[in-house]
């Protein structure tokens, strides 16, 4: 133990000594834009990547894809040690709307202790912080103790479209004991969070087309189909009141938690006035245990969007011509979004109504969770505490969804989310910035995560 | 019967040489923009309405309520003769949506033999075709054989909400022996009709209010509330999934339909083909007995509207903050909204949702019905038969609203209404219109009855 807190004031001394270069590289990255969804500047970003991943010592190569390709990297050591996949994406999202950014989005900014910048959170700063940390141990050491793997996607602002083939076809380079990303907001301030999984998502469009015009509602009262009533009676079959989804085995594939899970869970921090007042609720009345299986462990059927008809000002007295509502469900480990719209689908099929009802597929990703009490898990979430000197949070899932699944399901590897980014990072919104403390903090955790896997700390 | 002839003759010829005039008056009516819900217009349409009328040779005046003003006119006659009270309305629904007009609503337009914009046919076509009729009739014969009231009012499409105050108000100056409306579509192409009553109507919003902003729906799901959901599960208490309305004592004071009534409704026309055209619907399979049941003699539970979150293109993952939904229920005789909206209000206070429900009245009419065998209903029934030379429908009321309750119930005087309208008028939807010869045809059933209840013709 003493020995490796020598370790670890060791890197820390070499870490203090490059913030300067730590930071330049940061704003390095974030001056060449790389928005996937305005096809702005990719390709040139990942080109500066792989030239600064070289120069880290990565051995680094692009990689095509039916999309914007993956730069790959690795470090590997010459026996056969444990290998970490650290994700992570260097595409942006849109900077608009402009007009709200106090300081140019790609012209990285300093201010309060923060950088601001289009992806400084969002996830150029989290994803530099594992190439810089390499750097800095291969500096220091010569070797790293472990192997490690890049996995830089340009697409995930775009829904990660074209992961899922992308590993499906690489899955040997990409071979690895546990898949390691540093994404989204810490869960408080200088609190740090290690979440397991995330929940996965279908959302689905139900559209009811009655008569092909609107008609009077006094004339054709009771003769003309309404296809708004008729999607809530459809949707009475979909769902009870209290909330309970009536679809076909939607139930059926949900992991039951370990009693380890939820004893673990009513040990997690809630502030139920402070979620309330984030949310915007008069008050919040559910213990932590329930808020926490709510958000983690169980699935959504929710209503995104209804609409039908006249929703102006005053009376309109129509009979509609036609309803639709958007539902998105978010799904708990193991359901399946394909067999669960294939269900639904046959649902919809079953159903009778004047109108004519059709079910839209408009996305779809699967859930992800890793169990808790893997070594390597444990591993982890000790190198975050080592580094932070703080116990880190831990969640089983995340509320959100992201595509966690593609190193669960396919590579059949744990996965798990480290986020380096301070909790107002404001990732997808005007004035997007990390803390300088937080990044510089980032570096740090994924040395002594190599470090600690690497049993050097 | 000759003589009566003759009669029928020399008017004809006298509004065959005012066509021209009649409809530059129909377009000058129409170019006014007169939209009670938007209050939009409506001041300028009556002062117009009154120099036409003027015009028209009828002591004419404005008189206010609560509301926007009922325009009164009236041609007496020296002798105390039967009295027939004209009523109309000269607001009209708003126009929107805008993109499906194929004209200017407020240009009339002229295409296949129809006259297209908003109030061609609901209301201003119906209510200036008496008055042209009195014109006509005053220059023929510089005088009328019987008494003319107009009562024009300019809140019908607002649910006549100050109408009944009025007429309480008024009982003197009002009296007459029978109250007659042209509005509505006819029964079918060429095909008149009569009609004894009308449904009343009882319209409502209900609005659900979750969190006070959206929130994601990944993050929140399962936390926030969803308003769209709470309305949906007040909805399925109040109605089930086959129609029938559960509000208490909803169905208690509807009025049995008599055997007379029964009889007469078997043998009304009905084609079921045709009418599933007009609607807009591929086919409907329901008997004509069942047909008129359901349209005359049933209320409805309609949703009007429902709005909820994004409805636009694609998805987003949202929780939404609101919803609501519009409903008109149509009532049958002699259900009462004001005890039906108390019942609803009750209804409510007693439903728990985690959304806040808000319930608002936005307008009730009582339903009305005038008994067939009347003399006085007889003879105008006969006197549309000659003025088109065929058979009138005679329905025991109307699926659509107009407060005709106020002169059944206020006045106690009998009411019926003749529709001059095309059966696909498309009165509250984009572009309505009124056929040419529909409209004047209107104007002559106004003269003939004028003079048939007059022993003229």
Chains 1, 2 share one sequence.
């Not at 990689?63 to 790959?72: N, R």
């Not at 708990?332 to 597929?361: K, M």
């Not at 990732?427 to 903090?441: D, S």
Request: with cysteine.
């Amino acid at each position: 133990m003493k020995e490796s807190m020598i370790e670890f004031m060791k890197v820390r001394e070499k870490l203090d000594k490059e913030k300067e270069f730590h930071m330049e590289s940061l704003f390095k990255l974030i001056r060449q834009p790389s928005i996937s969804a305005q096809n702005r500047g990719v390709l040139e970003c990942a080109d500066l990547l792989v030239t600064m991943m070289k120069d880290a010592g990565i051995d680094t190569k692009i990689l095509d894809t039916e999309g914007y390709p993956v730069v790959y990297g690795e470090v590997l050591h010459p026996d056969n040690k444990l290998t970490v996949l650290f994700y992570g994406h260097y595409d942006v999202q849109p900077p608009e709307p402009l007009e709200l950014w106090k300081s140019d989005p790609f012209e990285p900014t300093i201010h309060d202790g923060k950088i601001y910048g289009r992806g400084t959170g969002d996830n150029k700063g989290q994803l530099i912080a594992h190439v810089l940390a390499v750097k800095s141990l291969l500096d220091l050491y010569g070797k790293l103790p472990i192997n490690v793997k890049f996995l830089f996607e340009g697409e995930e602002e775009k829904g990660s479209i074209n992961l899922a083939p992308f590993i499906e076809n690489h899955k040997e380079l990409l071979a690895a004991d546990i898949a390691y990303t540093a994404d989204g907001p810490m869960e408080g301030k200088d609190q740090p969070s290690v979440t397991l999984g995330n929940r996965g998502l279908l959302y689905i469009e139900l559209k009811a087309q009655g008569a092909i015009k609107d008609n009077h509602s006094g004339n054709k009262g009771n003769i003309a189909p309404n296809p708004a009533m008729d999607l809530i009676n459809l949707i009475r079959t979909m769902v009870d009141d209290k909330g309970r989804v009536l679809i076909k085995d939607f139930y059926n594939d949900i992991l039951t938690p370990t009693e380890e899970e939820l004893n673990h869970i009513r040990t997690l921090p809630f502030d139920p006035e402070a979620t309330a007042q984030v949310i915007g609720m008069h008050k919040m009345d559910i213990p932590a245990e329930e808020y926490y299986k709510k958000l983690c462990l169980s699935p959504t059927f929710n209503i995104a969007g209804f609409g039908s008809g006249y929703t102006g000002e005053g009376t309109k007295t129509i009979i509609p011509s036609e309803a639709k509502v958007k539902i998105d469900m978010r799904l708990a480990a193991d359901q399946d979004p394909d067999l669960i719209f294939q269900n639904i689908l046959e649902h919809v099929e079953h159903f009778n109504s004047a109108s004519t009802i059709t079910l839209d597929y408009l996305g779809g990703v699967k859930p992800s969770r890793t169990p808790m009490h893997l070594d390597i898990v444990q591993k982890v979430i000790r190198a975050v505490e080592i580094s932070h000197n703080k116990l880190p949070v831990v969640l089983p899932a995340l509320g959100g969804t992201g595509p966690m699944y593609v190193f669960t399901d396919i590579l059949k590897i744990p996965s798990l989310t480290v986020p380096y980014a301070n909790v107002d990072e404001d990732n997808h919104a005007p004035n997007e910035n990390i803390g300088i403390k937080e990044y510089l903090n980032g570096i740090q955790t994924t040395c002594v995560a190599i470090l600690h896997l690497g049993e050097q700390i």
